[in-house]
């Protein structure tokens, strides 16, 4: 059974679906999941697909979306602040925690693409959860992503000190579109990205294309994997693609080998976007997570 929900993060409103096992008994306990979407994205874009396979598992489970996105509350639309989103997953750890079919014992937290990089550094620093799965997980930071020739002064840290100074100056919000055909400018560059978050956006009527300047410089400064040797022992699972062009696979291994156990890496031969919905690989990566889940929540 899902359920239209909504909890507090600073204030604003987190738009969620709850999903409750149709055979839970009334009064039993369950281990639950809290998940929410990769960057700009929200719960209709495919991860309702994820949570109906969680729940068919036995796990409760809280999809959320972030503070201003999807049916979120919070102004200017498309503030993506990592750390931000952080702090809306551990205010959805908290509601979960206090609700009466969950077991605050058992709670994992589960995330994608950008949320599986937020998940690798919520799990270091919120010992609430007893088990992570990080798919297709941002591992990129400063030094592996977006540091130029001199570390400083590439036309993007430029881009970016511009609109820094127009908002001084004038208080507007810049904002960059997500995706765009090819030649247009975007964050995702590509044809891959852009028809594949396309596709899933029709889907999603509260999606924007679109996230504020602002937060390309706070994602700039994030690094989601500085911590990972720290999240041990909670059980730690990664699933990536061997051909994600986004997130280049031997970052993913790199990241992965710093970790401390009890961790496992399934690597999948498809593409980044493939794991949403395709098959074998959408089946292959959530039965996986159940497994992990189900074996460590327990």
Same mark, same amino acid.
């Given at each position: ?74 102004? &200017? ?59 297709? &997980? ?42 765009? &055909? ?97 098959? &074998? ?18």
């Amino acid at each position: 059974m899902r359920y239209d929900v909504t909890f507090l993060s600073r204030q604003l409103r987190c738009a969620a679906w709850l999903y409750v096992p149709d055979d839970l008994a009334k009064g039993e306990k369950a281990p639950a999941i809290v998940m929410a979407h990769g960057f700009s994205c929200v719960k209709e874009q495919g991860l309702d697909r994820f949570a109906d396979r969680f729940a068919a598992a036995g796990f409760v489970v809280l999809l959320f979306d972030y503070r201003y996105f999807g049916q979120s509350e919070g102004e &200017p639309r498309g503030q993506l602040f990592p750390c931000a989103q952080i702090e809306d997953y551990r205010n959805a750890l908290t509601w979960l925690t206090g609700h009466s079919q969950v077991d605050p014992e058992r709670i994992g937290a589960w995330g994608t693409s950008f949320s599986g990089g937020l998940v690798l550094h919520l799990s270091v620093f919120d010992q609430r959860v007893k088990a992570v799965v990080a798919q297709v &997980p941002s591992v990129l930071n400063y030094e592996n992503c977006w540091a130029g020739a001199s570390g400083k002064e590439e036309p993007f840290a430029r881009f970016l000190l511009q609109d820094r100074i127009a908002r001084y100056r004038t208080g507007a919000v810049g904002t960059l579109k997500v995706v765009a &055909p090819e030649g247009e400018p975007s964050v995702l560059s590509g044809q891959e990205s852009y028809e594949a978050l396309t596709a899933l956006g029709q889907d999603a009527p509260t999606w924007r294309n679109g996230v504020t300047v602002e937060s390309l410089e706070k994602i700039r400064e994030f690094d989601p994997t500085r911590y990972i040797q720290f999240i041990a022992p909670t059980p730690l699972l990664i699933v990536g693609a061997e051909q994600d062009s986004l997130i280049p696979a031997p970052l993913v291994a790199e990241a992965f080998e710093r970790a401390g156990e009890p961790k496992e890496l399934l690597m999948l031969p498809c593409r980044h976007f493939d794991l949403y919905g395709v098959e &074998p690989w959408f089946s292959r990566a959530a039965d996986a997570a159940v497994g992990w889940f189900g074996k460590h929540l327990a």
